[in-house]
């Protein structure tokens, strides 16, 4: 059976995995679904804020 996946090394560390698009949509797809129920979670539970683009874009630049 043929391998599905390639590796590619770059100073004899794997930098690179080249895989087929159907797996890789697949794996999107996944990612996309999980990062879906994170949201619903933290909706649910109330962890979101409510403000205006000015009041996020302040908020973020106290962040740093």
């Given at each position: 059976?043929?391998?599905?996946?390639?590796?590619?090394?770059?100073?004899?560390?794997?930098?690179?995995?080249?895989?087929?698009?159907?797996?890789?949509?697949?794996?999107?797809?996944?990612?996309?679904?999980?990062?879906?129920?994170?949201?619903?979670?933290?909706?649910?539970?109330?962890?979101?804020?409510?403000?205006?683009?000015?009041?996020?874009?302040?908020r973020l630049r106290k962040m740093k």
């Open positions: 059976e043929e391998a599905r996946e390639a590796m590619i090394t770059v100073h004899g560390k794997v930098r690179f995995i080249i895989i087929p698009v159907d797996a890789y949509n697949h794996y999107r797809e996944m990612e996309l679904a999980l990062a879906l129920e994170e949201t619903k979670q933290d909706y649910q539970a109330g962890r979101y804020n409510t403000e205006s683009v000015a009041e996020h874009v302040k």
